[in-house]
Every structure is written in structure tokens, then in C-alpha cells.
T-cell receptor, first 118, second 113 residues
Framework: AQSVTQPDIHITVSEGASLELRCNYSYGATPYLFWYVQSPGQGLQLLLKYFSGDTLVQGIKGFEAEFKRSQSSFNLRKPSVHWSDAAEYFCAVGFANAGGTSYGKLTFGQGTILTVHP | NAGVTQTPKFQVLKTGQSMTLQCAQDMNHEYMSWYRQDPGMGLRLIHYSVGAGITDQGEVPNGYNVSRSTTEDFPLRLLSAAPSQTSVYFC????????????FGEGSWLTVV
């Protein structure tokens, strides 16, 4: 079965510093990859997704992520963090069958809580 | 745009009670699913449906029941609530064609005492 690992439970950065959140997955097939952000008491918002093509993906709010097949990773980055980026971030992986339906069954990582210091 | 609507947003149940979490989407999405979110465990798939009349189990289906009588609605039933079902529940939907984004509801906070 596929699995997703976010090695960092909690990360603290200063405002204006760069950020990298790690995500590793395990599965034999080519995955569909997602990053979601969740503010306290809120639902999930999609930051970006990778299906195919260019392995560097741009998302909303200045985030980007790079798919590295050799490392089974999809790390999320932002060059300069803002205080409003404080939230919990989830990496998710899905895999499509021939009919393109199974990737709706996402497997989520445990989440990384981001704290931003002024 | 309503998107994915979940009700209720908050609910407190006593052990042994039953209840239904409602989920409705107005985007004509074929695929709908329910996840539960627990601290340190991310979101885990409970049940999913690829169309009206078709449902299947996810990773943690025990204690939950679903049905899909219409494309729009995908209710999640707790048959006999247990404290272990205290969680935040998210409904999600998407078109089944590859490449389509998954849309999540805002969540339902359930406490079982």
C-alpha cells in the first residue's frame, strides 16, 4: 500500500526566511501529488498539484514544489515566509488507474505545523 | 458557488447514539469521499463513491455506513457512536477524469462523550 511521510511534525521559521517542507512517498507507480494547507478550524485549501510534465510546480500564495522521482519526494518551498503562512500543511498522494478514478483516494501525510516568528 | 457543503459543522453525541453527517455538492461530480482527520495522523479515507449507487470502503470504514442515491449527496452514518469516532470529518468531491482537482468541504467537528 502507498504511504506518505512528512518527517517534520513542527517547523518554526522567522518571517522573511525561506521555507522547505518535506514530503516522501512510497509506491511503485507514478503518483499524483498535492499540497494542502489548513488554518486552525478551517477546511483544506489546495496549494498546488503535480500530475505530469514539468517537475517544478508553481502554486498559490508564492509556494512551489518539486517532484523528484529518484528520491520519491515532493518538497514544498517558499522563498520568503509571511506571518499569514502559519498553518498546518499536508502532502497527499494519489494514483490513477486506467479509468482515471482511483486518484480520488488520496493518502495523506501526518501534517507539518508551521509557526512563523515575527 | 456552494461547492461542497457539510452539515452539521459541530455535533456532540453520546456513546451509542447514531447520527448522519450530510454532504452535498453542486458541481455534478461523480466521485465523492469521506475522510476523518485525527491529530498526528493526517486524513484517512473512510468510504468513497464513484457514482450514484456505487460505494466502497476506504482505509477506516468500521463503524460507518454510506449510500449514494443521487449524484449530489453522500451522507455518512455513524451507526452506534463511540468515543474513538471523535474526530473532524471532511467530505470531498471531484470529476472522475484525470487531472481534476479535489474539492473539500469545510469539515464537521464531532465529539462523542
Amino acid at each position: 500500500a502507498q504511504s506518505v511521510t512528512q518527517p517534520d511534525i513542527h517547523i518554526t521559521v522567522s518571517e522573511g526566511a525561506s521555507l522547505e517542507l518535506r514530503c516522501n512517498y512510497s509506491y511503485g507507480a507514478t503518483p499524483y501529488l498535492f499540497w494542502y494547507v489548513q488554518s486552525p478550524g478551517q477546511g483544506l485549501q489546495l496549494l498546488l498539484k503535480y500530475f505530469s510534465g514539468d517537475t517544478l510546480v508553481q502554486g498559490i500564495k508564492g509556494f512551489e514544489a518539486e517532484f523528484k522521482r529518484s528520491q520519491s519526494s515532493f518538497n514544498l518551498r517558499k522563498p520568503s515566509v509571511h506571518w499569514s503562512d502559519a498553518a498546518e500543511y499536508f502532502c497527499a498522494v494519489g494514483f490513477a488507474n486506467a479509468g482515471g478514478t482511483s486518484y480520488g483516494k488520496l493518502t495523506f501525510g501526518q501534517g507539518t505545523i508551521l509557526t512563523v516568528h515575527p | 458557488n456552494a461547492g461542497v457543503t457539510q452539515t452539521p459543522k459541530f455535533q456532540v453525541l453520546k456513546t451509542g447514539q447514531s447520527m448522519t453527517l450530510q454532504c452535498a455538492q453542486d458541481m455534478n461530480h461523480e466521485y465523492m469521499s469521506w475522510y476523518r482527520q485525527d491529530p498526528g495522523m493526517g486524513l484517512r479515507l473512510i468510504h468513497y463513491s464513484v457514482g450514484a449507487g456505487i460505494t466502497d470502503q476506504g482505509e477506516v470504514p468500521n463503524g460507518y455506513n454510506v449510500s449514494r442515491s443521487t449524484t449530489e449527496d453522500f451522507p455518512l452514518r455513524l451507526l452506534s457512536a463511540a468515543p474513538s469516532q471523535t474526530s473532524v470529518y471532511f467530505c470531498a468531491s471531484r470529476r472522475t477524469a484525470s487531472g481534476n482537482t479535489i474539492y473539500f468541504g469545510e469539515g464537521s467537528w464531532l465529539t462523542v462523550v
